[in-house]
Each structure stands twice: as C-alpha cells, then as structure tokens.
C-alpha cells in the first residue's frame, strides 16, 4: 500500500464551482498534513497544513482531515481558471514529509 | 524572511559527466534540508536529507551524493550522470522544529 494516495486525475471542474481533492494516507502515527500547488514548470507551493480532526479554513481552501479513516481533503470554491495546478498530498513521517504523485485540476472556463 | 535560492536553474550535460547542484537558505538556523527529484510527469522522489552539518541521510541508493559543509548550504552532486538522472531538482527546508516545508525554484537537469 502506498503510504499517500491521490487519483491522479485530471479533475475538470467549471468555474466558479467547488473543487474536491481527495488522500488517503497509511501510517496511522501521522500528525500533519499539508497541501502543496504545483503550476506546470514551477516547484511545489504549500497552501495548507491540518494538525487536528475537523475542517481549516483559508481564504477559498478548506482543507478537511478525518483521522480515523485516514483521509484528507481540500476544497476549493469559486474555482478560477489560475487554479488549475497539480495538488499533492502530503504526511510527515519523522524528520520527512512524504508526498503522493498528485491530483491534475483543470478548471474549465 | 526566508528565502531558498538555488542555482543553476537550468542545466544540460552529458552522460558521464559531473554534477554539482546547490541550495542555500537564507534569514534562518539550523533548518532540516532536502533534495527531491521529480521526473517527468512522476511525483517527487526524496534523494536525501539533513537535519545538521555532516549528517545527511539517503533515501535511495543510486550514483548521487549530498554534503551540508555549512548549515544554511546543501550540495548535490554525481561523479558520472546517467541519463536517468534527468528530471526537476528540487531543495527545500523545514524552520527547526517545525514541520512545514517550503521548497526552492527548482533546478532543471537535462542529461544528453
């Protein structure tokens, strides 16, 4: 079992609608986890980070973790075009933050 | 604030040759630092890792090396590359004691 887990997409969402990125995640001893956008060409930025069960909100992104079932989401409303990206999924796992392969959104105009 | 440069941005070199890629990081101390590659349309690869001058952990044995010979610099570097070794170079850090990662702009490595 791969320890993050994304579907790889690509995910085609229309503008000003919802976005929903789903993670599942293995290790159970695992405490943070962080959302990461990567624009075509560009290094990996991160947008949101839970440490706690329930909902976190920023701005347009609501991140969302459910310990028991070891799972992690990101929404996104409004969806813009300037959101299309890659999103990775991330854990940490001791001094490492191990990443999934990521979710394509592409945000149709 | 914080800022991770990373230089060259861009690099073609032939199979067989060398390899020098650096990292610094600036406005902090003591960071924990990374290198990951990402190959084309692939997710990220963790190559190695410091939590310290000296001490570098490896995630993947292959024909790569790290060194941290001062604690806001990190250097990957090869001996031979291989043309496998073509792909997105990426450093990135952690403040001490925290756990969230920022990561450089990226060194893009083309091996002919």
């Known amino acids: 079992q791969k320890e993050v887990e994304q579907n790889s997409g690509p995910l085609s969402v229309p503008e000003g609608a919802i976005a929903s990125l789903n993670c599942t995640y293995s290790d159970r001893g695992s405490q943070s986890f962080f959302w990461y956008r990567q624009y075509s060409g560009k290094s990996p930025e991160l947008i949101m980070f839970i440490y706690s069960n329930g909902d976190k909100e920023d701005g347009r992104f609501t991140a969302q973790l459910n310990k028991a079932s070891q799972y992690v989401s990101l929404l996104i409303r409004d969806s813009q075009p300037s959101d299309s990206a890659t999103y990775l999924c991330a854990v940490n796992r001791d001094d490492k933050i191990i990443f999934g392969k990521g979710t394509r959104l592409h945000i149709l105009p | 604030s914080q800022t991770i440069h990373q230089w060259p941005a861009t690099l073609v070199q032939p199979v067989g040759s060398p390899l020098s890629l650096e990292c610094t990081v600036e406005g902090t101390s003591n960071p924990n630092l990374y290198w990951y590659r990402q190959a084309a349309g692939r997710g990220l690869q963790l190559l190695f890792y410091s939590v310290g001058i000296g001490q570098i952990s490896s995630e993947v044995p292959q024909n790569l090396s790290a060194s941290r010979p001062q604690d806001r610099q990190f250097i990957l570097s090869s001996k031979k590359l291989l043309l496998s070794d073509s792909g997105f170079y990426l450093c990135?850090?952690?403040?001490?004691?925290?756990?969230?990662?920022?990561f450089g702009p990226g060194t893009r490595l083309t091996v002919t």
């Open positions: 990135a850090w952690t403040p001490y004691g925290r756990d969230l990662q920022y």
